[in-house]
């Protein structure tokens, strides 16, 4: 009996290895392949947008480089137009000052000269006032002074010179 | 006959002015003689003869003497 039951435990042992070969290679063969297939298919899907991303971020940062050449280049210029614009403006207005300060020294100038006419002609003015009142008061102390004595000599001297033309 | 016309001063007198009209005759020869007393001459007299005009007035004088200031 014993030797019976050992070899019925052996053939079931010996089964169930075989099940489990059986069932190992049916597996393989339905679902490892496949799965394998799909896994390998799935890590070089994986793979590639793992590479096309990588690519993406690539231009993405060659853009932003070049985004950011074009912003520098543009404020670069911004900052050029601003500082001729200021240097024109500092220049215009310093040709605006030196202008008015020639005008102003010109206006100046001419009123001096117009003061200085003026004065002159004031007392030219003041001058003939006063000449013609030293002769108003002279004709006037003559003509109580001159006397027939006097209005006699002229007569005399002027009689001599007469006949000796 | 030439005419002479004499401007006097009112301070010259009948005399003075006779003295004059001597003096002319004797270089012009017989002459008609115009008086006229201008008290604006204030001493002398301005004589015309024949379009000459003498003057010795005291104002003419004054008048030079005043221009010749200005000037």
Same mark, same amino acid.
């Not at chain 1, 052996?10 to 190992?24: K, T």
């Not at chain 1, 030293?134 to 002027?158: M, P, T």
């Given at each position: 009996?014993?030797?019976? &039951?050992?070899?019925?435990?052996?053939?079931?042992?010996?089964?169930?290895?075989?099940?489990?070969?059986?069932?190992?290679?049916? &597996?393989?063969?339905?679902?490892?392949?496949? &799965?394998?297939?799909?896994?390998? =298919?799935?890590?070089?899907? &994986?793979?590639?947008?793992?590479? #096309?991303?990588?690519?993406?971020?690539?231009?993405?940062?060659?853009?932003?480089?070049?985004?950011?050449?074009?912003?520098? =280049?543009?404020?670069?210029?911004?900052?050029?137009?601003?500082?001729?614009?200021?240097?024109?403006?500092?220049?215009?207005?310093?040709?605006?000052?030196?202008?008015?300060?020639?005008?102003?020294?010109?206006?100046?100038?001419?009123?001096?000269?117009?003061?200085?006419?003026?004065?002159?002609?004031?007392?030219?003015?003041?001058?003939?006032?006063?000449?013609?009142?030293?002769?108003?008061?002279?004709?006037?102390?003559?003509?109580?002074?001159?006397?027939?004595?006097?209005?006699?000599?002229?007569?005399?001297?002027?009689?001599? #010179?007469?006949?000796?033309? | 006959? /030439?005419?002479?016309?004499?401007?006097?001063?009112?301070?010259?007198?009948?005399?003075?002015?006779?003295?004059?009209?001597?003096?002319?005759?004797?270089?012009?020869?017989?002459?008609?003689?115009?008086?006229?007393?201008?008290?604006?001459?204030?001493?002398?007299?301005?004589?015309?003869?024949?379009?000459?005009?003498?003057?010795?007035?005291?104002?003419? /004088?004054?008048?030079?003497?005043?221009?010749?200031?200005?000037?």
């Amino acid at each position: 009996m014993e030797g019976l &039951v050992l070899s019925d435990l052996a053939r079931d042992l010996i089964l169930n290895i075989l099940n489990i070969i059986i069932l190992f290679l049916i &597996v393989r063969k339905l679902a490892y392949q496949p &799965v394998k297939k799909f896994l390998a =298919a799935r890590q070089a899907r &994986v793979a590639k947008e793992l590479e #096309d991303a990588a690519a993406a971020k690539a231009e993405a940062e060659q853009a932003k480089e070049q985004l950011d050449s074009l912003t520098q =280049a543009q404020q670069e210029k911004a900052d050029a137009v601003i500082r001729e614009a200021e240097r024109e403006a500092r220049e215009n207005a310093r040709e605006i000052m030196e202008n008015a300060q020639k005008d102003a020294a010109e206006i100046r100038r001419k009123a001096a000269e117009e003061a200085e006419k003026e004065k002159r002609k004031t007392i030219a003015g003041m001058q003939d006032d006063i000449t013609a009142l030293a002769f108003d008061i002279s004709e006037k102390v003559l003509g109580r002074e001159i006397n027939d004595e006097d209005n006699r000599r002229i007569a005399q001297a002027f009689l001599a #010179d007469y006949h000796a033309e | 006959m /030439q005419t002479v016309i004499i401007k006097t001063a009112e301070s010259l007198s009948e005399e003075t002015y006779r003295l004059l009209c001597e003096g002319f005759r004797k270089k012009l020869g017989e002459a008609d003689f115009q008086h006229i007393v201008d008290p604006t001459l204030i001493g002398g007299f301005i004589a015309e003869v024949g379009g000459v005009v003498y003057d010795t007035s005291i104002s003419s /004088q004054l008048a030079e003497m005043q221009k010749r200031i200005k000037e």
